[in-house]
T-cell receptor
Framework: AQTVTQSQPEMSVQEAETVTLSCTYD???????LFWYKQPPSRQMILVIR??????QNATENRFSVNFQKAAKSFSLKISDSQLGDTAMYFC???????????????FGKGTHLIIQP | DGGITQSPKYLFRKEGQNVTLSCEQN?????MYWYRQDPGQGLRLIYY???????QKGDIAEGYSVSREKKESFPLTVTSAQKNPTAFYLC????????????????FGPGTRLLVL
């Protein structure tokens, strides 16, 4: 079984600052994907960024980037030039890939509540 | 518009009652999932289905049942055996994965809040 740990229950930064959210995971699998999802007060889960474990290059999506350290089983999210709209819960998630194109579902961490102060 | 719909938005359950949460998608996705979210917690997998007429238990399946009679629909029944059903329930769907295509990414519906009277 996989576990995902987010060690920062809450973080607060000033608008325009850079913030890094940490995530570590434990697995014996070699083929997997990692995700960061954002959940604003509306409670809609929104995909922020994804990383394939077989890729060494870190994923980036505009102001969002990850630092994926496969050997250390670490997957942190960096948000640059933070904006008020970034205020939300952020969840790190792990997905094991199975033969034949399937997936067993996501394993989530408990989340980090990020607050962007004006 | 393509997407995932869940209904109702709020649902109230009486003691001993079974209730069913609806999840429909028009994204032509093969796989569908149900998750439960408790306050201050991440999401936990209840059931998932990768193909019509087949489904698997997730980490917390006890007290829940599902069916997958159509590709577009994956209803979740919360039975009277589920002693602590109050939670936020999220449905998700995805295609089966092909490396590098983003098809396996899960997309979520807006959720159903279940409360016990």
């Amino acid at each position: 079984a996989q576990t995902v740990t987010q060690s920062q229950p809450e973080m607060s930064v000033q608008e325009a600052e850079t913030v890094t959210l940490s995530c570590t995971y434990d697995t014996s699998e070699n083929n997997y994907y990692l995700f960061w999802y954002k959940q604003p007060p509306s409670r809609q889960m929104i995909l922020v960024i994804r990383q394939e474990a077989y890729k060494q290059q870190n994923a980036t999506e505009n102001r969002f980037s990850v630092n994926f350290q496969k050997a250390a089983k670490s997957f942190s999210l960096k948000i640059s030039d933070s904006q008020l709209g970034d205020t939300a819960m952020y969840f790190c998630a792990f997905m094991k890939l199975t033969a034949g194109g399937g997936a067993d579902g996501l394993t989530f961490g408990k989340g980090t509540h990020l607050i962007i102060q004006p | 518009d393509g997407g995932i719909t869940q209904s109702p938005k709020y649902l109230f359950r009486k003691e001993g009652q079974n209730v069913t949460l609806s999840c429909e998608q028009n994204l032509n996705h093969d796989a569908m999932y149900w998750y439960r979210q408790d306050p201050g917690q991440g999401l936990r997998l209840i059931y998932y289905s990768q193909i019509v007429n087949d489904f698997q238990k997730g980490d917390i399946a006890e007290g829940y049942s599902v069916s997958r009679e159509k590709k577009e629909s994956f209803p979740l029944t919360v039975t009277s055996a589920q002693k602590n059903p109050t939670a936020f329930y999220l449905c998700a769907s995805s295609s089966l994965w092909l490396a590098g295509t983003n098809q396996e990414t899960q997309y979520f519906g807006p959720g159903t809040r279940l409360l016990v009277l």
